[in-house]
């Protein structure tokens, strides 16, 4: 499986956007909005310089932005996340053509979904909005499905040419309700969230990157009110594992191999490490997998060793 390129590119590129973007609103004429593409296809085979051929004969002008074709295959759950980070940090006026797994439907649905920070979402309806429409307020949704826009129906074309082509329309100009009809609905994960209760804070891991370090969903805010304090030691219960970890503030709070929790100051979220380590192939955990905090009986100081 492939490792993922990381996010310092979608960092470094969305500052460069605010002046490349267009001026006009999601939906109007005369713009040409950037693309930022996501997928899990990799770099090795056809199918990125398909889909951006695609996306260039529908919009020979296009501004394509590659944020990851590395995201694991089939992990839609590290899409979600990876969408989130991205338009959290992007600007207004951007699209974002989001392909990973889409065949987990046995009629894929596809979708154009936009927020009030005019943005505007190409995906297939599979759960890739999860984060995106738990963080941002959502304007609207159409599913796509106006013939006239394709040279075939669209249950015989795959991903990449019912989404390049809409994608490409849409940053040029086209209206979300072209795309086709709307909907009150999409689907979402079921995501554990942080609530703190009867002494226990559970979450749920959203990230595991290129380290194997596993980035949760509990904020350094929640961290703060469930208590935590750097030089804690906790209990962490996560897939089949009972795990006895420091809370603190660098990896090198522990010795070498040793299991710390600290909160990470890139993403302000907690993050399960080892020090010199990978806590995701120790613990067998993935993007998904839920996960609950406890105070160790002892609250001492895990020692060094």
Same mark, same amino acid.
């Given at each position: 499986?492939?490792?993922?390129?990381?996010?310092?590119?979608?960092?470094?590129?969305?500052?460069?956007?605010?002046?490349?973007?267009?001026?006009?609103?999601?939906?109007?004429?005369?713009?040409?909005?950037?693309?930022?593409l996501?997928?899990?296809?990799?770099?090795?085979?056809y199918?990125?310089?398909?889909?951006?051929?695609?996306?260039?004969?529908?919009?020979?002008?296009?501004?394509?932005?590659?944020?990851?074709?590395?995201?694991?295959?089939?992990?839609?759950?590290?899409?979600?996340?990876?969408?989130?980070?991205?338009?959290?940090?992007?600007?207004?006026?951007?699209?974002?053509?989001?392909?990973?797994?889409?065949?987990?439907?046995?009629?894929?649905?596809?979708?154009?979904?936009?927020?009030?920070?005019?943005?505007?979402?190409?995906?297939?309806d599979?759960?890739?909005?999860?984060?995106?429409?738990?963080?941002?307020?959502?304007?609207?949704?159409?599913?796509?499905?106006?013939?006239?826009?394709?040279?075939?129906?669209?249950?015989?074309?795959?991903?990449?040419?019912?989404?390049?082509?809409?994608?490409?329309?849409?940053?040029?100009?086209?209206?979300?309700n072209?795309?086709?009809?709307?909907?009150?609905?999409?689907?979402?994960?079921?995501?554990?969230?942080?609530?703190?209760?009867?002494?226990?804070?559970?979450?749920?891991?959203?990230?595991i990157?290129?380290?194997?370090?596993?980035?949760?969903?509990?904020?350094?805010?929640? #961290? $703060?009110? +469930?208590?935590? !304090?750097? =030089?804690?030691?906790?209990?962490?219960?996560? &897939?089949? *594992?009972e795990?006895?970890?420091?809370?603190?503030?660098?990896?090198?709070?522990?010795?070498?191999?040793?299991?710390?929790?600290?909160?990470?100051?890139?993403?302000?979220?907690?993050?399960?490490?080892?020090?010199?380590?990978?806590? #995701? $192939?120790? +613990?067998?955990? !993935?993007? =998904?997998?839920?996960?609950?905090?406890?105070? &160790?009986? *002892?609250?001492?100081?895990?020692?060094?060793?």
């Amino acid at each position: 499986m492939l490792k993922n390129l990381g996010l310092l590119p979608i960092l470094l590129l969305s500052a460069t956007l605010i002046t490349a973007g267009a001026t006009g609103c999601a939906g109007q004429k005369a713009m040409n909005m950037p693309i930022v593409l996501l997928t899990d296809f990799g770099v090795e085979d056809y199918r990125v310089p398909q889909l951006k051929g695609i996306i260039f004969n529908s919009n020979p002008e296009a501004k394509i932005v590659d944020a990851s074709h590395n995201v694991p295959a089939f992990d839609v759950f590290t899409g979600a996340f990876m969408l989130d980070i991205a338009a959290r940090e992007f600007p207004e006026n951007v699209v974002f053509i989001g392909i990973i797994a889409p065949y987990t439907q046995p009629e894929p649905v596809y979708i154009v979904l936009t927020t009030t920070k005019n943005q505007v979402f190409v995906l297939p309806d599979n759960g890739l909005i999860t984060y995106v429409a738990k963080n941002m307020t959502v304007k609207s949704i159409y599913r796509i499905s106006n013939e006239k826009l394709f040279d075939k129906p669209i249950k015989e074309l795959v991903a990449e040419r019912v989404q390049g082509r809409v994608g490409a329309l849409m940053a040029k100009g086209y209206q979300p309700n072209d795309a086709g009809t709307p909907l009150s609905s999409y689907n979402t994960f079921d995501v554990q969230e942080p609530v703190i209760s009867t002494g226990k804070l559970p979450g749920t891991i959203v990230y595991i990157d290129h380290f194997g370090n596993a980035v949760t969903n509990i904020s350094r805010k929640t #961290a $703060d009110e +469930y208590g935590l !304090k750097p =030089g804690d030691s906790i209990r962490l219960k996560c &897939a089949q *594992s009972e795990i006895l970890a420091k809370f603190g503030t660098i990896y090198s709070d522990v010795s070498q191999g040793k299991e710390i929790v600290f909160v990470s100051n890139n993403l302000d979220m907690l993050q399960l490490s080892i020090n010199l380590g990978n806590f #995701a $192939d120790k +613990y067998a955990v !993935k993007a =998904g997998t839920k996960l609950e905090i406890y105070r &160790a009986e *002892s609250n001492r100081m895990v020692p060094k060793e």
